[in-house]
């Protein structure tokens, strides 16, 4: 078990290794330039919901794989609404074996002009970085599978079994394309996805670990409501909707969760554990042995980043009260973002807010529906294949199990039942990190190392 971090030990019980000897085409200056060309004109395409312009990024990958000799029938582009899905399929040896899918997503979150340093959907190259809207989620990874792909048909390459490529088109907002490719591919062997995990720079660009996602929590938007008959500001009456709300969401600040773990998370605490600064390495240890340990526990709840994998939040992120500058409050609503533990019911979820608020006048309901997903078993097969891909640029990185508190496509896949995995090729500073924020960014020097680990991810998992 050597490429994994110990933590895995106690959850993988079979011995891995890597196959020694493998040979890997190396990656071609051609194939870099075509790997950036094809990601600077996909942030071109502003993908951003509303504006109905996936279709058209859909269509241009499809020209890049056709170029590359794809044939017309192995491209499927599905609109849906003003959005669309792709699929593209690299024909097996064997049809007849389950598919290899490979995951990522087209769409955006929307950027205001008005608010960058550079327009977000005018891609520039400038001080060794590529800037633009979604140039990290997800284009980056989308492009490199794109390009991997290419290459692949141009080498001759035939995978054992079919492998194809599915991008959704909503994955920012409704996933409704996500759950149609989830349906329409259930049958297939398991998913890869470009959308998570990913390796961790330095801030002297040396590599610190790769995380391979296995599991994500499940969200849920839940609407607190309080109601009063109101009346004229003159005469103040009690209750008051908006004092009632302010004295529930007090409650739901002031409270934690009970801490939670699973195997994949104890692994990863373990394995992180090595990464980060002393005191919060020793908290993470603490508390992968003992969840209960309520000064360790404090110490991962102040830090963000961490916060999440130690059990479910739920945090207070939009109000909305009052209809009149004079009037007395008739309703008043909060809403309550969830991000629930592998394996938690929203029904357990609710019961336990309408506990902490302590307040029957309080009502909650549901906003935004969960899709519940089990972790994804942590396969030898694929735990060896993205440890080989990981090696090809640095051999013996630590790979460390996580979950994502945030949500993926993967969801919808596992709630399907297949098997998804978070294998983004993309390595970078936490520094260069501005997915979803201001003058989102990538470092051009990311794009040879991670062609090299989706052709060497790729070609293992079919040989």
């Known amino acids: 078990m050597k490429h994994l971090v110990p933590a895995f030990a106690g959850v993988i019980m079979s011995s891995l290794c890597i196959v020694a000897g493998t040979a890997f085409a190396d990656v071609v200056e051609g194939e870099v330039g075509t790997a950036k060309t094809t990601l600077m004109d996909s942030v071109a395409i502003p993908t951003v919901a509303g504006r109905g312009r996936v279709p058209e990024l859909a269509a241009y990958y499809a020209g890049v794989l056709e170029d590359a000799g794809f044939a017309a029938e192995d491209i499927v582009i599905t609109p849906m609404g003003e959005t669309a899905t792709l699929a593209a399929t690299l024909r097996g040896r064997e049809p007849s074996r389950p598919a290899l899918l490979l995951s990522g997503h087209m769409d955006v979150v929307e950027a205001d002009p008005a608010d960058w340093v550079r327009d977000p959907f005018t891609p520039v190259e400038e001080d060794g970085y590529i800037f633009g809207r979604g140039v990290s989620d997800n284009k980056f990874d989308v492009a490199m599978m794109i390009t991997t792909l290419a290459q692949l048909k141009r080498d001759g390459y035939q995978p054992r079994q079919d492998v194809i490529l599915l991008l959704s088109g909503d994955e920012e907002t409704g996933m409704v394309t996500t759950r149609a490719l989830a349906e329409k591919y259930r049958g297939a062997e398991m998913v890869l996805n470009g959308d998570g995990g990913g390796g961790t720079l330095s801030d002297d660009g040396e590599a610190r670990y790769y995380l391979m996602q296995a599991a994500e929590k499940t969200y849920i938007d839940f609407q607190l409501e309080f109601t009063n008959p109101g009346g004229h500001s003159s005469r103040p009456s009690r209750p008051n909707a908006i004092t009632q709300l302010s004295k529930a969401l007090a409650r739901l600040g002031d409270y934690d969760f009970p801490p939670q773990l699973s195997d994949l998370t104890r692994a990863s605490l373990t394995g992180m554990a090595a990464q980060v600064e002393p005191e919060l390495g020793a908290a993470m240890r603490r508390v992968a042995e003992d969840p209960n340990d309520a000064g360790a526990l404090e110490i991962i709840r102040n830090s963000p980043e961490y916060i999440g994998q130690i059990g479910t939040t739920c945090v207070a992120?939009?109000?909305?009260?009052?209809?009149?500058?004079?009037?007395?409050?008739?309703?008043?609503?909060?809403?309550?973002?969830?991000?629930?533990?592998?394996?938690?019911?929203?029904?357990?979820?609710?019961?336990?807010l309408t506990r902490v608020i302590a307040d029957p006048a309080g009502k909650f309901s549901v906003t935004y529906p969960p899709s519940m997903s089990p972790a994804s078993p942590l396969r030898e097969d694929v735990t060896d294949a993205v440890a080989e891909a990981v090696y090809a640029n640095y051999p013996d990185l630590p790979i460390i199990p996580a979950m994502s508190a945030y949500g993926t496509d993967c969801t919808h896949f596992r709630a399907a039942g297949l098997a998804c995995y978070g294998t983004s090729g993309l390595f970078m500073r936490p520094a260069d990190d501005f997915t979803h924020g201001l003058n989102e960014r990538i470092p051009v020097s990311a794009i040879p190392g991670a062609l090299k680990h989706w052709d060497v991810l790729i070609r293992t998992m079919t040989r």
């Open 317 to 352: 992120t939009m109000v909305n009260a009052g209809h009149a500058a004079n009037a007395l409050p008739q309703r008043a609503t909060a809403n309550i973002n969830c991000r629930v533990f592998p394996g938690v019911s929203q029904e357990e979820v609710q019961a336990e």
